[in-house]
Structure formats: C-alpha cells, structure tokens
C-alpha cells in the first residue's frame, strides 16, 4: 500500500518563498508527482520527478529523494494566484495515490 | 472542447436512486479512472480501466460500478445512492508512457439527499 504525508495548511505572504513538503512509504514507485488543485477545479500537472535530485519549472522547483521517502515542492516570487491546494501523488505499479493535499493561502 | 469531459457538472439525487456519470475524452489515452475528493480525505481511487476489456476496483469500490464503453468512455454508477456519497467526482485519463501524469475532468459535484 501507499501512505503520503503533506501539511494540511500552510501560509505565506507575497512575494516569499515557500516549500510544501512530502513524505511517501510505497509498495512500489514509479514518480512523484505534484498537482495545483484551486477550489472546485480539477487538479492541474505541476511537476513529475522519477529521479533524486531537483526539477525547475519557472517558479516552480520540486525535490526527489527515493532514499529518504521525500520530496518538496518550492514555489518562488509567490503570488495571490497560487493561493490553492497542493497535491502530492506517487505512481505505483499502476496508478496514482494522492495524499490529502496542502492548502496554501497567500496573503498581500 | 475539454480533453476529459464530465457530466452532468453538478447533481442532485436522492437517497436510493441510481445514477450514472458520465466522462468521455478526447485524448486517445487508454487508461481512464474514477476518483471522488471529500474535503480532508483527498482524492481516492474509485475504479480504474486500462483498456476496454479491464476494470479494476480501487481503494473505495463498494456502492460503485463502472462501464468502459469505449476507449473513449467511462462510467459510474452508484446503484443505490446513499448520502455518505456526496462528494466531488473526478474522472482522469493517463498515458504512461509520457510524463504528464493525469489529465482530469472538471468533475461532477453530486449532493445525495
């Protein structure tokens, strides 16, 4: 089976930076996965690490360490938009398993 | 036109009639998959289907079935809706063969009274 820890919330100001952590214990892995989810919207693909080590998207930057069962998603130059929730999901032998996500609010 | 289609996008129903979602998608994946999102629990897998002839139940299948149409659709069904099923349902498509992980639908907002 699959157990994934994130934060519930987490808050930030503006213009800061912020990184959301994860931690997974699986059966089988095959990627991490994170996800942008804004409320009553669906989620939206932000990043896929398979490998240790980090992947840079824009603002966007996210962490893989297989060894340690963790990976981190920081996000840079925050703005009110990313205001969301934050979904960590690692692929197993056939699917994704979504821990319960990260609400972030950003505030002015 | 949406890659991943749901409807309806929002339902009412009552407790012991049976429903139908709906998703069809326009991405040519074979992989397609159910999902409902309760607030505090995440996204958890209802039932998923890797082509035509395979349905595979998830980690919260009871009170569910599905139907794989097509490639191109996929549907719930909840026989006898109970109010603990009220939730935001999610259909999602996947080729793993390429990094991008899931593409979702806009999901079907159903409220069992």
């Known amino acids: 089976g699959q157990n994934i820890d994130q934060p519930t919330e987490m808050t930030a100001t503006e213009g800061a930076i912020v990184q959301i952590n994860c931690t997974y214990q699986t059966s089988g892995f095959n990627g991490l996965f994170w996800y942008q989810q804004h409320a009553g919207e669906a989620p939206t693909f932000l990043s896929y690490n398979v490998l240790d080590g980090l992947e840079e998207k824009g603002r966007f930057s996210s962490f893989l360490s297989r060894s340690k069962g963790y990976s981190y998603l920081l996000l840079k130059e925050l703005q009110m938009k990313d205001s969301a929730s934050y979904l960590c999901a690692v692929s197993g032998y056939s699917t994704l398993t979504f821990g319960k996500g990260t609400m972030l609010l950003v505030s002015p | 036109d949406a890659d991943v289609t749901q409807t309806p996008r929002n339902r009412i129903t009552k407790t012991g009639k049976r429903i139908m979602l709906e998703c069809s998608q326009t991405?040519?994946?074979?992989?397609m998959y159910w999902y409902r999102q309760d607030p505090g629990l995440g996204l958890r897998l209802i039932y998923y289907?890797?082509?035509?002839?395979?349905?595979n139940k998830g980690e919260i299948s009871d009170g569910y079935s599905v139907s794989r149409q097509a490639q191109a659709k996929f549907s719930l069904s909840l026989e006898s809706a109970i109010p603990n099923q009220t939730a935001l349902y999610f259909c999602a498509t996947s080729d793993f063969d390429r990094v991008g992980g899931y593409t979702f639908g806009s999901g079907t907002r159903l409220t069992v009274v």
């Open positions: 289907s890797f082509d035509v002839k395979d349905i």
């Open positions: 991405k040519g994946h074979d992989r």
